[in-house]
């Protein structure tokens, strides 16, 4: 694909289209072709929009400019301002709007990507990590003075209850709760962990916290500590990271010497001691109780759940588990509020998301934007375009055990309810951008045998069900594949979905399970042809075929 | 490879690390995990001395030597075999895939004709998978020992191996 300069896209919503905007987008694409800008400018439509009050309207990329409402008869001026003479059609401009996470309603800064906002990742990559004074300098501990002089624990719960905050492990669940089961539970000593167990593939966004802004995961986890009435914290990292393990190490160090951490913080009654804890290795880990049993010195196998951590977690204490990412969080929202924090997302999914961007794009990397942009204007803003030659087949959402989407359900928001509802896992926030040289059933092999491989063998669903989805799949890549094996693969994948003891085997048959619904003709193809459509697959028994 | 540790070494090995992290239980994953760095595997004999140092009824630590066989084999970056003397771990999860990841592994098996978990007849290389290390905007990825190589392709390979032997 030849890169664009610019990105048109219009609302073709069913109450977009009644007001006409099939007539406008098409006299968009004629207009485009009168100034022969087709090359340089790509149109598309959008569904799934909130600005109601000002349909149909159009977006403009980069400069993210809203126009609305606007007619067929509008379009002319609209190319020819913007993207001939290449300025703002003043006359169109939508009326301003409140923030609702929807990337187009948010105004580009100098020098960053249109709706790009910075709260997990503020400091990250723009303070010496290894100096606690430039953390200072840039509001560093200041929440944690607030809340210790200034609010009760049950304040700071409100506030994050306010923010709407939700885990950014994966899972989505409300911090303001567990923290409000963890303060309300009956123990004579509390935990908070950090989960810096980062080993969904694919995602590095907690490494980029954890490397490049260590002491904010010091201070929410102290903020944590405080609300709940906890005066020991344990980070929990993986082995793998050895950069981060230093940098924290030596955050913590510097922290106790400046008096954040330890005896009496600010002056206060309040205690807080963090540990540091590096993993050996395994996957299943990132899950909560896995992680637990993991520090506690065992293999880390998950418990059988009730009783939950919130009442029965590290050394069998109430203990709350909070994401690297969600901690990273808490600190701006008790600085600012928690009316602050909602301004950005959409008001079922407050606040911003971290994104790993990967695969055959031109650029990749980590992005911050607020809750509710779509897979298009990450591939097309963020990642800068498909790699050249390369068309979007398929993106996997949230690492391995997440979601495969076809490329027609790019425009879809991604925020935890528009993705709940079109039955895509959100996930870790890792997005793996795939083209057309892609087979599907080989990135399927290869999410299976990692998952056979990282099952911990404690129940049987997981045990031997990766075991088996792996063996049909690779049958499958292999030309050995049998049509009726498609249904018991699909009956594999919803049993191991009701009946595995943890998210693991939960959802590991999520990426089997998404590739019959989107792309069962091609896996078709490599039943009944013995042909992989994309050359990818050997084809062990076909090439008998092609000898012949 | 190392050369065969001496009994009395994996004694003070094993000392140095329980004074290091600690004799408690959340001590343990740490303490193999130093020892697997200095000696590059958990031999029989460490796990013996590990579980005599620490195993003390006085103090409530009850510690079986098989519960630390069950840590070293369930960790992937805990070995009880001994390895190469340098370890290439090749990323094979689905980033490092979509961008050319397989072509990559393929080159290295076949340059150093090793398969999965082999080690070379000369001891110099042990050559495994490991799963995402975190790298994944720069992939194909691969680790030498503690070293990180990203965005390799295979005309990199031989230049890569050769700054190891």
């Given at each position: ?5 610019a990105?048109i896209l219009?609302?073709?919503d069913?109450e977009?289209?009644?007001l ?8 968009l ?13 790509d149109?598309?439509p959008i ?6 009050t ?10 993210a400019a809203?126009y609305?409402?606007v007619k067929?008869s509008?379009?002319n001026y609209?190319?020819?301002?913007h ?9 169109l ?6 923030l ?5 309603s948010?105004?580009a800064h100098?020098?960053?990507?249109p709706?790009?906002?910075?709260i997990?990742?503020?400091r ?9 004074e430039?953390y200072?300098t840039?509001?560093g501990?200041?929440?944690?003075g607030?809340?210790l002089?200034?609010?009760t624990?049950e304040?700071?719960i ?15 669940f ?6 409000k089961f963890v303060r309300?539970?009956v ?20 490494r980029i916290?954890l ?8 201070e929410?986890?102290?903020?944590a500590?405080?609300?709940?009435g ?6 929990y990292?993986?082995?793998?990271y050895g950069?981060?393990?230093?940098r924290l190490?030596?955050a913590?160090?510097?922290?106790e010497e400046f008096?954040?951490l ?10 807080f001691h963090?540990h ?10 990132g ?23 919130v009442t029965?977690g590290?050394?069998n204490?109430p203990?709350?588990?909070?994401n690297?990412?969600?901690?990273a969080?808490i600190?701006?929202?008790?600085r600012?509020?928690?009316d602050?924090?909602?301004?950005f997302g959409?008001p079922?999914?407050?606040?911003t998301?971290v ?13 911050e934007?607020?809750?509710g942009?779509t897979?298009r ?6 990642a ?7 068309t979007?087949?398929l993106a996997?959402?949230g690492g391995s055990?997440?979601s495969?989407i076809p490329?027609d ?5 991604m925020d935890?309810?528009?993705?709940r509802?079109?039955g ?5 926030g890792a997005l793996l951008?795939?083209d ?6 080989d990135?399927v ?7 056979r491989?990282?099952s ?14 792996y063996?049909?799949?690779?049958n ?9 094996e498609?249904d018991?693969?699909l009956?594999l994948?919803?049993?191991m ?5 943890c ?7 999520v ?6 619904k ?13 042909i992989c459509?994309?050359?990818v697959?050997s ?9 012949e | 490879?190392?050369a ?5 070494d994996?004694?003070?090995i094993?000392r140095?690390?329980i004074e290091?992290?600690g004799?408690?239980?959340d ?7 130093e020892?697997n760095?200095?000696l590059g595997y ?7 001395e590990l ?7 006085a103090?409530?630590n009850?510690?079986?030597e098989s519960?630390l066989?069950?840590l070293?084999?369930?960790?992937d970056?805990?070995?009880t075999?001994?390895r190469g ?6 990323c094979?999860?689905?980033?490092c895939?979509v961008?050319?990841g397989k072509?990559?592994?393929?080159a ?10 082999g ?11 490991t799963?995402?290390?975190?790298l994944?905007?720069?992939g194909?990825v691969?680790?030498?020992d503690?070293d990180m190589?990203?965005?390799v ?5 031989s ?7």
């Amino acid at each position: 694909m030849k890169t664009k300069r610019a990105m048109i896209l219009v609302s073709t919503d069913p109450e977009s289209e009644r007001l006409g905007s099939s007539d406008l987008l098409k006299s968009l694409k004629d207009t485009l072709e009168a100034f022969q800008l087709t090359d340089e400018v790509d149109i598309a439509p959008i569904t799934d929009v909130e600005r109601s009050t000002i349909l149909p309207f159009v977006i403009v990329y980069p400069e993210a400019a809203v126009y609305g409402p606007v007619k067929a008869s509008d379009a002319n001026y609209l190319i020819e301002e913007h993207l001939y003479k290449g300025r703002i059609a003043e006359d169109l401009l939508a009326p301003p709007k409140e923030l609702t996470g929807q990337i187009g309603s948010l105004r580009a800064h100098k020098g960053y990507n249109p709706a790009e906002q910075r709260i997990v990742l503020e400091r990250a990559g723009r303070i010496d990590p290894e100096n606690i004074e430039e953390y200072i300098t840039y509001n560093g501990y200041e929440a944690l003075g607030k809340a210790l002089t200034e609010m009760t624990p049950e304040q700071v719960i409100d506030v994050v209850e306010k923010s709407g905050l939700q885990g950014r492990g994966g899972a989505g669940f409300p911090v303001w709760r567990k923290w409000k089961f963890v303060r309300g539970a009956v123990g004579d000593k509390k935990y908070v962990v950090c989960n810096a167990d980062e080993s969904e593939p694919g995602t590095f966004k907690d490494r980029i916290v954890l490397e490049g802004d260590p002491h904010v995961v010091l201070e929410s986890m102290a903020l944590a500590g405080y609300a709940v009435g906890a005066d020991e914290g344990y980070i929990y990292i993986r082995g793998e990271y050895g950069l981060a393990y230093k940098r924290l190490k030596h955050a913590i160090e510097q922290a106790e010497e400046f008096g954040f951490l330890g005896k009496n913080i600010f002056n206060s009654n309040f205690n807080f001691h963090i540990h540091m804890h590096a993993g050996a290795g395994a996957y299943v880990c990132g899950e909560e109780t896995a992680l637990i049993e993991s520090i506690e010195g065992k293999p880390g196998i998950p418990r059988s759940r009730p009783p939950y951590p919130v009442t029965n977690g590290l050394w069998n204490r109430p203990t709350t588990v909070n994401n690297v990412e969600t901690l990273a969080n808490i600190p701006a929202i008790v600085r600012n509020g928690g009316d602050w924090y909602r301004s950005f997302g959409t008001p079922a999914s407050p606040g911003t998301k971290v994104y790993t961007i990967m695969g055959n794009v031109n650029f990749s990397g980590v992005i911050e934007v607020p809750m509710g942009i779509t897979l298009r204007e990450v591939i097309n803003i963020y990642a800068k375009g498909m790699k050249p030659g390369s068309t979007l087949k398929l993106a996997q959402t949230g690492g391995s055990s997440g979601s495969i989407i076809p490329a027609d359900l790019q425009d879809v928001p991604m925020d935890f309810e528009s993705f709940r509802k079109a039955g895509v896992s959100l996930g870790s926030g890792a997005l793996l951008i795939c083209d057309q040289n892609t087979c599907v059933v080989d990135l399927v092999k290869v999410l299976l045998q990692f998952f056979r491989f990282e099952s911990c063998g404690k129940c049987t669903p997981c045990r031997i069900g990766t075991q088996r989805a792996y063996e049909i799949v690779k049958n499958i890549s292999e030309g050995e594949g049998k049509l009726e094996e498609l249904d018991y693969l699909l009956d594999l994948a919803s049993e191991m979905e009701r009946a595995s003891n943890c998210g693991l085997g939960q959802t590991a048959a999520v990426p089997v399970r998404d590739m019959l619904k989107h792309f069962r003709a091609e896996v078709e193809a490599h039943i009944n042809d013995r042909i992989c459509p994309t050359h990818v697959c050997s084809m062990v028994s076909s090439k008998v075929q092609v000898e012949e | 490879m190392h050369a065969p540790p001496v009994v009395s070494d994996i004694k003070e090995i094993v000392r140095q690390a329980i004074e290091k992290h600690g004799k408690t239980f959340d001590a343990l994953i740490p303490i193999l995990s130093e020892i697997n760095h200095v000696l590059g595997y958990i031999p029989a004999e460490a796990m013996r001395e590990l579980q005599q140092q620490f195993h003390n009824p006085a103090k409530q630590n009850y510690l079986a030597e098989s519960q630390l066989y069950s840590l070293a084999s369930f960790y992937d970056m805990l070995s009880t075999k001994p390895r190469g003397k340098h370890v290439i771990k090749f990323c094979e999860n689905a980033p490092c895939h979509v961008v050319g990841g397989k072509a990559i592994w393929d080159a290295l098996r076949k340059h150093l004709n090793l398969d999965n978990g082999g080690t070379t007849p000369d001891n110099q290389w042990t050559l495994v998978t490991t799963s995402c290390i975190g790298l994944c905007s720069v992939g194909p990825v691969l680790l030498v020992d503690d070293d990180m190589y990203g965005n390799v392709t295979v005309e990199q390979i031989s230049d890569i191996l050769a700054r190891y032997e």
